[in-house]
């Protein structure tokens, strides 16, 4: 599992950046794909579960949408992405102006979650998380 992923991480370095802005699901898929295990995170703050986004957000100029769906749904729940900056050096930049990087759910509601890619290629990614594998500490 290692080799392969840094035969990507290599293949990433040896290309020149200036090439590319990452806006693209050619250029954000792998990137994603090596990140697979850290898509999402469930949090427990202030009496509420926060299941962030985070990791998919800061790469999202390269998708089409997201969804996600929580214990036995199916990933149907669309969720809000931020627009891509491609006017600026850092299209992929989070300012959080009025998109949230996390959903919130009641405390300890959230046991798995279901989170589906779609990039702008037409192409898509599923994973399954269960609570425990991802809950921050």
Same mark, same amino acid.
């Given at each position: 599992?290692? #080799?392969?992923?840094?035969? !990507?991480?290599?293949?990433?370095?040896?290309? @020149?950046?200036?090439?590319?802005?990452?806006?693209?699901?050619?250029?954000?898929? =792998?990137?994603?794909?090596?990140? #697979?295990?850290?898509?999402?995170?469930?949090?427990?703050?202030? %009496?509420? &579960?926060?299941?962030?986004?985070?990791?998919?957000?800061?790469?999202? !100029? %390269?998708?089409?949408?997201? +969804?996600?769906?929580?214990? &036995?749904?199916?990933?149907?729940? =669309?969720?809000?992405?931020?627009? !891509? +900056?491609?006017?600026?050096?850092? =299209?992929?930049?989070?300012? %959080?102006?009025? +998109?949230?990087?996390?959903?919130?759910?009641? $405390?300890?509601?959230?046991?798995?979650? #279901?989170?589906?890619?779609?990039?702008?290629? %037409?192409?898509?990614?599923?994973?399954?998380?269960?609570?425990?594998?991802? $809950?921050? @500490?």
């Amino acid at each position: 599992m290692i #080799r392969p992923a840094l035969a !990507c991480l290599a293949a990433l370095l040896a290309t @020149p950046l200036a090439a590319e802005d990452f806006t693209t699901a050619a250029e954000v898929r =792998p990137i994603l794909n090596m990140q #697979r295990a850290s898509w999402i995170a469930v949090r427990e703050y202030d %009496g509420q &579960d926060l299941v962030y986004f985070t990791s998919v957000l800061a790469w999202r !100029c %390269g998708l089409e949408s997201v +969804h996600y769906g929580f214990n &036995d749904a199916p990933a149907e729940t =669309p969720l809000e992405m931020e627009p !891509c +900056h491609t006017d600026t050096a850092t =299209p992929n930049a989070i300012t %959080g102006d009025a +998109h949230p990087i996390y959903v919130t759910a009641p $405390l300890g509601s959230v046991e798995t979650i #279901r989170l589906r890619l779609t990039y702008d290629d %037409g192409m898509t990614d599923e994973a399954s998380y269960a609570r425990k594998d991802v $809950l921050m @500490p």
